[in-house]
């Protein structure tokens, strides 16, 4: 619910959901998730809205297990709701939307220490390294999924988990993973400095 030019931001990931056609999501909710139900009820724009409601946080993994429990299709589109992908329409239409494959959407940045570092050969992701010691420039997760809707039926449910450090590196070594690399514009507003940045940045996208 970070303001961007009067709006909150989850409203820029929504309106970008709606101008590609999707008809439903799931919004994982925490801690004042009251604010977020309120805010945008059942149905926004195009979307029909239903939550998945954390009672005590379960960590990334945990969310988008509790999500995924929620979907009816086999293959989910999955996003983090603190960051921005710019996918073009005819992009997406033409190389995410009909996936059905375990799919990563990435990007090229100059410094991989927030995000970690994927290592691919011809499209299919071979390493995902994530530790505090990562630098330098390469390819990140962009916060960008397609996954199996039973992809984390092996956790328990209710279990506190990492996606990010938990999963993806098994995920990797036991399935076949691939890699879509966005070239388009792309930010993470978990940091002061990039909000800031993002508060100029996403004007267009409004």
């Known amino acids: 619910m970070a303001i961007i030019q ?3 931001f989850l409203e820029i990931l929504l309106t970008d959901l709606s101008k590609k056609n999707f008809s439903k999501v799931i919004i994982c909710v925490g801690y004042m998730s009251e604010k ?3 805010h945008f009820g059942d149905h926004y ?4 809205i239903d939550y998945s409601i954390e009672k005590d946080p379960l960590g990334t993994g945990g969310a988008i297990k509790r999500g995924l429990e929620k979907c009816s299709q086999d293959f989910i589109y999955v996003l983090n709701g603190d960051s921005f992908l710019e996918i073009p329409e005819k992009t997406f239409n033409k190389n995410l939307k009909f996936r059905k494959e375990i799919t990563i959407v990435a990007r090229r940045v100059d410094n ?6 994927i290592t691919e050969k011809n499209s299919e992701i071979i390493n995902f390294e ?3 010691d990562i630098s330098g420039p390469g390819l990140i997760s962009a916060g960008v999924y397609i996954l199996p809707k039973n992809l984390l039926s092996s956790y328990k449910k209710n279990t506190v988990f990492s996606f ?10 036991n399935n076949k993973v691939m890699v879509f690399e966005s070239l388009d514009y792309f930010i993470d507003i978990g940091i002061p400095k990039d909000y800031l940045k993002a508060k100029i ?5 409004i």
Do not use: A, S, V
């Open 6 to 8: 009067e709006k909150p």
């Open 36 to 38: 977020i139900i309120d």
């Open 45 to 48: 724009k195009d979307l029909d």
């Open 112 to 117: 991989c220490n927030r995000y970690g570092r």
């Open 130 to 132: 994530y530790n505090k």
């Open 164 to 173: 990010e450090t938990e999963c993806l590196p098994e995920i990797i070594n």
């Open 201 to 205: 940045d996403l004007k267009r996208f």
